[in-house]
């Protein structure tokens, strides 16, 4: 399979959003997704971008260049260990996965992180997501039973 890695760039977006779609049905919560893709866009290749992603590129059958999967993250400040990378997601496409999309698209993650200097990523699954756990396993994934994660909705 032709596959490469690279950095997302703001005409990815339509197709990032599709998979972020996909990634919503699956965790069973749709409607959850409400962003625009002018405020995606805005927030990925601004003038202050707060997020970037790496996406899987493969060829699609009619031979056009087809993004299987991407990992989107944003950088988080602790303030006990400094910069760390935060993934916010990894989606690969149903009909690819299995084909180890993921696999490189979580080294390439790691690679960068490493690049930049951090010294940790990480991120949430949902505790029913047995797939994404076995995966997270295989990299030496430590999960955190102690935390909750807490939320405060604002009013647009």
């Not at 779609?21 to 959850?32: K, N, V």
């Not at 707060?50 to 059958?61: I, Q, R, S, Y």
């Not at 009619?62 to 988080?76: M, V």
């Amino acid at each position: 399979m032709d596959l490469h890695i690279r950095k997302a760039e703001k005409n990815d977006c339509p197709r990032l959003l599709e998979l972020i779609q996909e990634l919503a049905i699956y965790e069973r919560a749709p409607e959850e997704v409400t962003v625009s893709l002018s405020h995606f866009e805005g927030s990925g290749f601004g003038e202050n971008p707060v997020w970037w992603a790496l996406v899987a590129v493969t060829t699609a059958p009619d031979g056009n260049p087809f993004i299987a999967g991407f990992a989107l993250y944003y950088i988080r400040y602790s303030t006990w260990k400094g910069q760390t990378m935060y993934l916010e997601d990894i989606i690969v496409t149903e009909s690819m996965r299995g084909k180890g999309i993921g696999k490189l698209l979580f080294q390439k993650l790691r690679d960068e992180a490493g690049e930049k200097g951090f010294k940790r990523i990480t991120w949430q699954v949902l505790e029913w997501n047995e797939p994404a756990i076995r995966f997270y396993k295989k990299f030496n994934t430590s999960f955190d039973p102690e935390w909750l994660n807490c939320t405060i909705e604002l009013a647009s």
